[in-house]
């Protein structure tokens, strides 16, 4: 079963609470989805480090639940 956008903007939020979140649907599938992710936690962090911290957030979902999610993280300037 897919996982619908408004979960997935949830659990990243439930990890990084000051993050700001923007999900698309990218084959309007529910399946396939896009995530930008500006958080003030990313600071100090390589990019595989920001990654890592969403992927966690996610708790496992990845490969299951959640099919596909392309990345991208920024620090807010």
């Known amino acids: ?3 619908p956008a408004e979960e997935i903007e949830r659990l990243i939020k439930a990890a990084l609470p000051e ?10 599938d529910n399946d396939h989805f896009a995530a930008h992710v500006v958080a003030p936690e990313f600071a100090g962090k390589s990019r595989v480090q920001q990654h890592k911290l969403v992927y966690e957030a996610l708790g496992g979902r990845m490969g299951g639940e959640l099919h596909a999610l392309q990345l991208t993280t920024q620090v807010p300037t």
């Open 1 to 3: 079963m897919p996982m």
């Open 19 to 28: 993050a700001e979140v923007e999900i698309r649907d990218l084959a309007g």
